[in-house]
C-alpha cells in the first residue's frame, strides 16, 4: 500500500496538470498518466484511492472518476490473445476498486456522484453477476444512506415511499442502461 501512496502524490499534480492552460504541461501531465496507466498494476487503484478522497478538490476526484472509466475498458477484462501486450488489472486490485468505489456515491459533490455512478456501472458491465454478485445490494445500501432510509436487514424490500424516494436518486445517479 505503500506503493500507491506514493503514487497519488505524483497521481494529484499530475491530474491538476491537465487543467493547465499551458499544452506542453497538460501534454506531458496525459503522457505520464497513459505510462502509468501501460505499466502500473496499481495505477485505477491508485485512482479510486484518489476519488474516495474528499479532501482533494472536486475537480481533481472527478477527472480521476473519468480516467478510471475509460482506463477500464481496455484493461480489466483482457482478451488472451493481447495479454502479452496489455496489462490487465490484477484481480486482487479489481477486488479492493470494487470494494472502495461505491462509498463515493454518497459524495457531497454531485459531479463526483455522477462520474462514480459511470465506473461503477462500467465495471457492472464486465463483473456483474459473477464476480460482483453484490452490486444491487451494494447500490442500494447507498442509496438508500443518500436518501436517509433504514437497509434493516430484517426488511429486504423496500416500502412504496422507500421506491418514491430512492427512484429519482438512481436515474440520476445511473445510465438507463444499468436499471433494465
Given at each position: 500500500m505503500a506503493a500507491i501512496a506514493s503514487l497519488e502524490e505524483f497521481l494529484v499534480p499530475c491530474i491538476q496538470s491537465i487543467f493547465a492552460p499551458d499544452d506542453s504541461a497538460r501534454q506531458e501531465a496525459e503522457a505520464q498518466l497513459s505510462v502509468w496507466g501501460d505499466q502500473v498494476a496499481e495505477f485505477p487503484h491508485a485512482l479510486s484511492q484518489l476519488i474516495c478522497t474528499p479532501e482533494i478538490d472536486t475537480e481533481t476526484r472527478q477527472l480521476a472518476a473519468v480516467l478510471l472509466r475509460q482506463y477500464i475498458p481496455d484493461h480489466w477484462d483482457v482478451e488472451p490473445t493481447k495479454r502479452d501486450s496489455v496489462l490487465q488489472v490484477p484481480d486482487e486490485v479489481?477486488?479492493?476498486?470494487?470494494?472502495?468505489?461505491?462509498?463515493?456515491?454518497?459524495?457531497?459533490?454531485?459531479?463526483?456522484?455522477?462520474?462514480?455512478?459511470?465506473?461503477?456501472?462500467?465495471i457492472a458491465e464486465f463483473d456483474w453477476p459473477h464476480n460482483w454478485p453484490t452490486l444491487f445490494d451494494t447500490v442500494r445500501a447507498w442509496c438508500c444512506t443518500i436518501a436517509g432510509l433504514s437497509t434493516h436487514p430484517a426488511s429486504p424490500h423496500p416500502s412504496e415511499t422507500d421506491i418514491s424516494r430512492t427512484t429519482p436518486i438512481l436515474d440520476a445517479a445511473y445510465p438507463s442502461h444499468f436499471l433494465r
Open positions: 479489481k477486488g479492493a476498486i470494487r470494494d472502495m468505489i461505491p462509498t463515493a456515491l454518497g459524495d457531497p459533490s454531485s459531479r463526483v456522484r455522477s462520474s462514480v455512478a459511470f465506473v461503477v456501472s462500467t
